[in-house]
């Protein structure tokens, strides 16, 4: 590791994880530990917050534990308190908490429209909303959101609710690093294809037919994973990119750019 975050202080929502494979929160708040950043943890399930902060602690890392839901207004505000109140400062905010909302339009539940809406788009305002005057006051700082792919285009499932709140997150990004960019805040948003994580196990584990279909379509013929999520926040997060605000950045093997049949020999080979 080089120090590329040396005394910086990171906030990550959802930076637990669920079972045991890896999830975006959890690798990145360990890999911005280990470039020197002291990493704020907040999930909502205090025994996933500890499994991350203990992996940091191992590797001499320093961290902080916060059990709140940031899909609340109350939860935010408690959580930027404590930070401040422990590290003094928020260089990074890198909101990813998030949740499933399955269902065409025709079969969308009310409460599970709420809920999507809330976990993936009202977390991130709200945080933000108590983050950025932070940072304006402390002469600026990064802000990493985390969308989808399937906020560019249909995914493969019909999850009309989760699709809408990160395609808002998207945008919410553009928003933010128009009306900030003048206090030193850069925004930017990562949209994961994919990606064989703790996210898309959660309910229950991918079929391996299924999960090798969705590595072929892939351009590139590989599957992802959250390390590969996070080395791009740890990036969004350094000054090496300074001048980067506003942009949606896939990472899903090229595979915004491909259309069905332009992979059609790829899923049959």
């Not at 470039?35 to 992996?55: C, F, H, P, Y």
């Not at 996070?230 to 969004?236: I, K, T």
Request: glycine residues 10%; hydrophobic residues 40%.
């Amino acid at each position: 590791m080089t120090d590329r975050l040396k005394n910086k202080v990171a906030l990550i929502t959802g930076a637990g994880t669920r079972g045991e494979i890896t999830g975006i929160g959890q690798a990145s708040s360990i890999l911005m530990a280990r470039e020197g950043a002291k990493i704020l943890i907040n999930d909502i399930n205090a025994d996933r917050a500890k499994s991350t902060l203990s992996q940091i602690e191992n590797e001499g890392g320093e961290g902080l534990v916060i059990a709140e839901d940031c899909t609340k207004e109350e939860g935010c505000k408690s959580i930027v308190k404590k930070c401040l109140d422990q590290f003094g400062k928020i260089d990074i905010l890198f909101n990813n908490v998030g949740s499933f909302g399955r269902g065409m339009v025709t079969e969308v539940e009310e409460e599970n429209w709420q809920k999507a809406i809330d976990s993936n788009l009202k977390s991130a305002v709200i945080m933000s909303k108590y983050v950025v005057p932070v940072m304006s006051e402390s002469g600026g700082g990064s802000i990493i959101n985390i969308s989808s792919i399937d906020a560019l285009r249909a995914g493969g499932s019909k999850n009309v609710p989760y699709s809408v709140a990160k395609a808002g997150v998207s945008h919410l990004t553009r928003l933010m690093a128009v009306h900030h960019g003048r206090e030193k805040i850069r925004v930017n948003c990562l949209a994961p294809g994919h990606v064989h994580g703790s996210f898309p196990n959660s309910i229950k584990k991918i079929p391996e037919d299924i999960r090798e279909l969705r590595r072929k379509a892939g351009p590139l013929g590989t599957e992802g994973n959250a390390w590969d999520v996070a080395w791009a926040a740890v990036f969004l997060a350094t000054e090496e990119s300074r001048w980067i605000s506003g942009t949606v950045i896939p990472i899903d093997a090229g595979l915004h750019a491909a259309s069905p049949l332009s992979v059609w020999d790829n899923l049959n080979e």
